[in-house]
């Protein structure tokens, strides 16, 4: 599945994740997993977060926030486990799984944002 | 048994007790040479220990998304189930974790943004651009995006 023809296309969304990833997720993960929780801000109202994530502007950055970070991990994880674990032999389970989970979160997110 | 073969256990990889290597070598096709690497190599220097705790970065991105689509699942559900979601993330050992996967995206952010200027060398006038115009200008946009999606946050009661 990955040749010299298809690599330029796993590299170019490993590139574009990580960007996104950069900018957007260390903000989302501080707010909503340490933040919140931790009560350093208060916590907007269910019908405010409601109303915000029906928004077409918020659902289309929710899908590329959840999208190509995902696209970036599937790259990169793929070559730590050949780097770091050297398991070469079982190059196509891991390509498998790790594009696997790319596919079914971005579908995922694509279902919850369409369908709510 | 030539006398080449007799020294082979010294280079050759590693077999087991009963295992023999089935090939026999010649003046011109010695042996092979493939050292086995531990799977810990990167242990041993700091630049190695920092390459894979980069690499390992994706899973902190991998894990920040799982939290946001369980997130729009949950808000997209009912009241009920994000009060679930709040709860959740209240455990101490979400925090936890949460804490540690947001130190990875951190790491994440500022060694990708510090790769750019090597990845791209731009050339003005003849000169190659210093780095800091570079990787300058995605801090910039790191500040900025993280203040926008903190007054959007901030400001919904």
């Known amino acids: 599945m990955v040749n010299k023809e298809t690599e330029p296309i796993f590299w170019s969304l490993f590139s574009a994740g990580g960007v996104v990833a950069g900018l957007f997720l260390p903000i989302e993960l501080l707010i909503f997993g340490i933040a919140i929780p931790l009560e350093w801000m208060h916590q907007p109202s269910y019908p405010a977060l409601l109303a915000l994530v029906h928004s077409p ?58 369908t709510m | 048994m030539s006398s080449g073969q007799s020294s082979a256990p010294a280079l050759a990889p590693v077999h087991g007790e009963n295992e023999q290597p089935q090939v026999t070598y010649t003046e011109f096709h010695p042996r092979w040479y493939r050292p086995q690497i531990s799977t810990y190599w990167w242990l041993g220097k700091w630049p190695y220990v920092k390459f894979i705790l980069r690499e390992l970065t994706s899973v902190a991105v991998a894990w920040t998304v799982a939290v946001m689509l369980m997130q729009i699942f949950a ?18 050992v979400m925090i936890l974790v949460n804490f540690i996967a947001f130190a990875f995206l951190v790491f994440h952010s500022v060694t990708w943004f510090n790769l750019a200027p090597k990845a791209m060398a731009v050339r003005v006038g003849g000169k190659r651009v210093h780095g800091i115009l570079i990787s300058g200008p995605q801090y910039l946009a790191w500040i900025a995006v993280s203040a926008i999606v903190l007054f959007i946050l901030a400001t919904r009661t």
């Open chain 2, 75 to 92: 808000l997209t559900h009912s009241g009920a189930f994000y009060d679930g979601f709040e709860a959740l993330m209240a455990l101490p």
């Open chain 1, 57 to 114: 502007i918020t659902r289309i950055y929710l899908f590329v926030l959840c999208s190509l970070p995902l696209f970036h991990f599937a790259h990169r994880f793929r070559y730590t486990l050949y780097d770091g674990l050297q398991i070469k032999h079982l190059n196509e389970v891991v390509f498998a799984c790790c594009y696997g989970i790319a596919i079914l979160g971005t579908v995922t997110a694509g279902y919850l944002l369409l």
